[in-house]
């Protein structure tokens, strides 16, 4: 069980546009998702909170305009990084929050790589 | 953001050996801890959680906590090949975010 599907896994863009990742939690229902981006050799840094139903809770710094959070339903979040630039090149991984045991176990998709040229 | 810390370098261990890792973190009210596997290009895996004072294990893997210290570690007893990766500490705080350390490599040698 908790498994986290993420589409596409990797991806290559040119500067300007916009690119749309996709968090499914496969066998649970998720009120809440997690998006993190980690750059090479550097550990996961948090970038916001996804809730089904209302706004996206955004980490101090991370710009909500650019980094489009959506949680239309209890298996899909998506991120959307707009007028993406080469210095957003980083992996991007969910995570959704376990629904058994405690409250913040957090089981993460398999990420995507996302290049801009 | 909170700070959670992983302070050693590459660790190196012979097949069979035990690999000790440690994390402080510093937010004295978190409640919850984890340890994560990251295989080079993957995304983490779960590996342990622990709320309470002491020793949790689970097969070769043995989580201690510490909250007077505010410290957490984790040994893997007979330490095989498939265990050489990154692993992560990271730590609960509000609204059941995790904070995540730097994260230590592991290298198993056969």
Known sequence: GAVVSQHPSRVICKSGTSVKIECRSLDFQATTMFWYRQFPKKSLMLMATSNEGSKATYEQGVEKDKFLINHASLTLSTLTVTSAHPEDSSFYICSARSPSGTTDTQYFGPGTRLTVL | ?110
């Open chain 2, 1 to 110: 953001q909170k700070e959670v810390e992983q302070n050693s370098g590459p660790l190196s261990v012979p097949e069979g050996a035990i690999a000790s890792l440690n994390c402080t973190y510093s937010d004295r009210g978190s409640q919850s801890f984890f340890w994560y596997r990251q295989y080079s290009g993957k995304s983490p895996e779960l590996i342990m959680s622990i709320y309470s004072n002491g020793d949790k294990e689970d097969g070769r893997f043995t989580a201690q906590l510490n909250k007077a210290s505010q410290y957490v570690s984790l040994l893997i007893r007979d330490s095989q090949p498939s265990d050489s990766a990154t692993y992560l500490c990271a730590v609960g705080y509000g609204n059941n975010r995790l904070a995540f350390g730097k994260g230590n490599q592991v290298v198993v040698i056969p």
